[in-house]
């Protein structure tokens, strides 16, 4: 993943997305949560999970440290299931400035 860049993320469910009450996916860098999407910025479609990153977003990464991203859904009968955790480095960029 580049610094600067938008970035979408796919995670494809092993179960139906129906018995799912919420999802959060967790971008870690250093062992501190550097970004948390749930709720709307999380899209849903059939057992496909969706989430998008700003430019924004991705500057919030340091290129010096490797990224961990893990998906944590919320089920409707109360239960809890973490996915494993994803390692990924991140690319610099010369130019620090959100373009528009």
Request: hydrophobic letters at 35%.
């Amino acid at each position: 993943m580049g610094r600067g860049t938008t970035k979408t993320h796919t995670f494809e469910l092993p179960f139906d997305a129906k018995a799912i009450k919420k999802t959060r996916v967790l971008y870690s860098q250093d062992g501190d949560i550097v970004i948390k999407k749930d709720g709307d910025e999380v899209q849903i479609d059939g057992n496909v999970v969706t989430v998008k990153l700003s430019q924004e977003d991705t500057f919030a990464f340091s290129s010096k440290v490797s990224i961990e991203i893990q998906l944590r859904v919320l089920f409707n009968n109360g239960d809890v299931k973490n996915s494993d955790i994803i390692k990924t480095s991140v690319a610099r960029c010369l130019d620090n400035e959100v373009i528009t």
